[in-house]
């Protein structure tokens, strides 16, 4: 029964082929306009909308960050592994949604991405 | 612009009034048809800047201070597309009326030559008078004036006092404080116009020598930068008050537009005691400075401070002064910290909504627009 839900509910967004590196895709799940992105780590899916102030958040840069240090220093890490809101800034970890670094208690919403064969589907 | 959920602003009624808008030319042909041939030949020129920020003192950390998802289809600048803001920001949050700040005429307050500056506001309120404000009924310009030359300064308000769909004058300040005798021309036209006056950054702060700057120094970084901005909007406030402005323009309504306003509590308190403990030494103070305050001027929201983990403080801060009667709200499209109505006003504790959203505008902004929105 249970596996007869998960398949009522999971959702073809695409080939692995569609998905350039790094770039969010923009899928509508049951509604809710879904962010999908291929990197070179797997793929993750995060709700468009930034728990911040509702911005679209998958509009936002595939990036690395500045990794915390000393002052005047600076070191750049994460690369591909964030997402930077488009609006106000905050960032979120692709994998977790939870904010870099713990900046914000709140967090992105994400979604699982399971790959079979070449199709993508999101639950 | 993608608001990144189902916007139906109108969840509880009340439709909203946004201070804070600014709309932006493509470059300065866009306005050549109401210049000289001469002035023309001085605008057209490779080097001509409309945008004060030095980016090699303050470049914006992700390197955009533009919303990307503001550009209008045609390609052109955020927010140089009145249809587009129309449709994808005023239209899906309720906004029905906009009060229009062209900051690339404001940014003259960066510049040394006064007649240039004069001629290139008063063009830039021509094409925004054209092509925004008499076209749709949302928009209101601020019309933006010379603070090179008062006197200038004055005539082009006074040239606009009667002009349909101009709401308000937009004086960005230079090097005297905004109570200075200096700008006395420019408070009597507004306040003869019955248009408020607004104070609001030009991106020239901290940048040039002759602005606007924070006290002690120059901030490193763009984030330092942006959060000592109340500085200025104390310094102006105070000038106001202490100079006695509203005492001699008694009708003056001023706008404080994008400097915050945690901050107005403890000013308020600390403006009192000093009057309270030295009085004679502004004697036209007749009341508390509080009480000037009051009656003459409004702050807006954005950006607004975001106490975590709730904004249960800031709204404790705003009733100790009652602040509730003297805000209203402001987005700042299309700058890459719009505010978001829905969200900002839906924190916002309901008593206190309908008057930021709307009512203290509305009042603010004259029976004119009253009128037109009713």
Not at chain 1, 70 to 89: F, I, K, Q, S
Not at chain 2, 32 to 54: G, I, P
């Amino acid at each position: 029964m249970a596996t007869r839900q998960r398949q009522k509910e999971r959702q073809l967004v695409g080939d692995v082929t569609d998905f350039d590196l790094n770039v969010f895709k923009i899928v509508d799940v049951r509604g809710t306009s879904v962010g999908v992105v291929r990197t070179a780590t797997g793929f993750y899916a995060l709700r468009n909308h930034c728990p911040h102030q509702g911005a679209p958040l998958c509009l936002g840069k595939v990036t690395g960050t500045m990794l915390p240090g000393r002052p005047d220093e600076y070191e750049y890490g994460l690369d591909n592994e964030v997402v930077r809101c488009l609006a106000h800034g905050y960032e979120f970890y692709l994998e977790s949604g939870r904010s870099v670094f713990d900046v914000v208690g709140s967090r992105a919403r994400t979604y699982e991405v399971e790959i079979e064969g070449d199709k993508v589907w999101i639950t | 612009m993608t608001t990144g959920r189902d916007a139906d602003a109108n969840d509880n009624g009340t439709m909203i009034i946004d201070c804070d808008v600014h709309p932006h030319i493509n470059g300065p042909h866009d306005v050549f048809r109401y210049l000289s041939e001469a002035w023309q030949k001085r605008f057209d020129n490779k080097e001509f800047k409309m945008t004060a920020r030095a980016m090699d003192r303050y470049p914006h950390p992700d390197g955009n201070s533009l919303r990307p998802d503001t550009v209008p289809p045609n390609g052109g600048l955020p927010a140089s597309d009145p249809e587009f803001i129309r449709t994808h920001f005023l239209q899906p949050y309720g906004i029905d009326v906009a009060l229009l700040l062209p900051i690339q005429g404001a940014a003259v307050n960066a510049w040394t030559d006064p007649e240039a500056a004069s001629i290139f506001t008063a063009a830039l309120n021509d094409y925004f008078i054209d092509e925004w404000a008499s076209k749709f009924d949302e928009y209101y310009l601020a019309v933006t004036v010379n603070p090179h030359d008062p006197p200038a300064a004055a005539e082009e308000i006074r040239r606009h006092g009667d002009t349909k769909g101009v709401g308000a004058v937009w004086l960005p300040l230079i090097n005297a404080l905004a109570g200075s005798r200096y700008y006395h021309p420019v408070y009597d036209a507004a306040e003869e116009c019955g248009l408020p006056v607004v104070f609001h950054p030009t991106g020239a702060e901290m940048s040039y020598l002759g602005v606007p700057c924070v006290a002690g120094g120059v901030p490193r970084t763009y984030a330092e930068r942006h959060a000592l901005f109340p500085q200025i909007g104390q310094s102006t406030l105070a000038s106001l008050v202490f100079e006695g402005v509203f005492q001699r323009f008694p009708k003056l309504k001023v706008g404080l537009v994008e400097w915050g306003f945690a901050w107005m509590t403890p000013l308020m308190w600390r403006m009192d005691k000093e009057w309270r403990n030295f009085r004679y030494d502004t004697p036209w103070l007749t009341e508390p400075p509080s009480h000037y305050v009051r009656e003459h001027v409004r702050l807006t929201t954005q950006p607004i401070d975001e106490p975590q983990p709730t904004s249960a403080d800031l709204w404790k801060l705003m009733d100790m002064i009652s602040l509730d009667e003297m805000l209203m709200f402001s987005s700042d499209y299309p700058h890459y910290d719009i505010d978001d109505p829905k969200i900002v006003l839906g924190r916002m504790p309901a008593e206190k909504r309908e008057k930021v959203a709307r009512s203290n505008a509305l009042e603010f902004l004259g029976d004119k627009i009253a009128a037109a929105v009713a």
